[in-house]
């Protein structure tokens, strides 16, 4: 049998990495799988949905709560993650596929299936999670648990925008809560960048006599 694996989430810099494995003939994917990035949000839960609900698709997902990625070194996290996700569908003789996290393809495969405890083959490509229905299946998991994941978050916190350094949103969710209470939120990486040019902007702001006590 064969199975793909993909990750949503190594980026951000608030909340958890998902990594998702789907094992399943592909006769019984749906139709209009595709990397998740390529979907629109409503064409990629009707697919989660359908993924979830049918019998004969074994899936696993894997969180990496922010506290294990300030913890660790995110390159042996990812292939920590991916090969969890693997032993928790295949099978001894079963082959996959992963959407490789490593400019180095190869490598990034082999790693992988090292790190494994099942007795199952693994390669690994960039660009697998367009190429490969199952790669594809997996990134649509792993993609709506990660959107699911920062629901919950703004549930908590009101807005937090997509979670990437990029977005503005979510750089200004930073900005204020640090300003307000000394400390990044709880899903916070923060040994991320991000969050070192924040705090470095804040202590400026102190010195020059505007910051906010937080005695």
Same mark, same amino acid.
């Given at each position: 049998?064969?199975?793909?694996?993909?990750?949503?989430?190594? #980026?951000?810099?608030?909340?958890?990495?998902?990594?998702?494995?789907?094992?399943?003939?592909?006769?019984?994917?749906?139709?209009?799988?595709? &990397?998740?990035?390529?979907?629109?949000?409503? /064409?990629?839960?009707?697919?989660?949905?359908?993924?979830?609900?049918?019998?004969?698709?074994?899936?696993?997902?894997?969180?990496?709560?922010?506290?294990?990625?300030?913890? +660790?070194?995110? /390159?042996?996290?990812?292939?920590?993650?991916?090969?969890?996700?693997? &032993?928790?569908?295949?099978?001894?003789? &079963?082959?996959?596929?992963?959407?490789?996290?490593?400019?180095?393809?190869? *490598?990034? #495969? /082999?790693?992988?299936?090292?790190?494994?405890?099942?007795?199952?083959?693994?390669?690994?490509?960039?660009?697998? &999670?367009?190429?490969?229905?199952?790669?594809?299946?997996?990134?649509?998991?792993?993609?709506?648990?990660?959107?699911?994941?920062?629901?919950?978050?703004?549930?908590?916190?009101?807005?937090?925008?997509? +979670?990437? =350094?990029?977005? =503005?949103?979510?750089?200004?969710?930073?900005?204020?809560?640090?300003?307000?209470?000394? *400390?990044?939120? =709880?899903?916070?990486?923060?040994?991320?960048?991000?969050?070192?040019?924040?705090?470095?902007?804040?202590?400026?702001?102190?010195?020059? #006599?505007? #910051?906010?006590?937080?005695?």
């Amino acid at each position: 049998m064969q199975f793909g694996v993909d990750e949503a989430g190594k #980026g951000p810099v608030v909340g958890s990495m998902f990594v998702a494995a789907v094992r399943a003939p592909e006769s019984a994917l749906p139709d209009g799988i595709d &990397d998740s990035k390529r979907l629109t949000d409503a /064409n990629r839960e009707a697919l989660a949905d359908r993924l979830r609900g049918d019998d004969r698709i074994e899936t696993e997902l894997v969180e990496v709560p922010p506290e294990r990625i300030d913890a +660790g070194n995110m /390159n042996d996290l990812t292939v920590a993650a991916h090969a969890e996700a693997i &032993d928790g569908v295949a099978r001894k003789g &079963d082959h996959g596929h992963c959407d490789a996290a490593d400019v180095d393809a190869e *490598r990034f #495969g /082999n790693r992988v299936e090292n790190r494994t405890e099942t007795d199952a083959t693994t390669e690994a490509t960039h660009g697998a &999670d367009a190429a490969d229905a199952l790669v594809g299946a997996a990134s649509v998991l792993a993609k709506s648990e990660r959107e699911r994941h920062v629901e919950t978050l703004e549930g908590r916190f009101g807005e937090i925008g997509s +979670g990437y =350094p990029s977005d =503005p949103t979510t750089r200004t969710f930073l900005r204020r809560y640090f300003d307000e209470h000394g *400390r990044f939120p =709880p899903p916070t990486r923060t040994s991320w960048a991000t969050c070192a040019s924040i705090r470095a902007g804040a202590e400026q702001t102190d010195i020059g #006599g505007f #910051g906010t006590d937080r005695r």
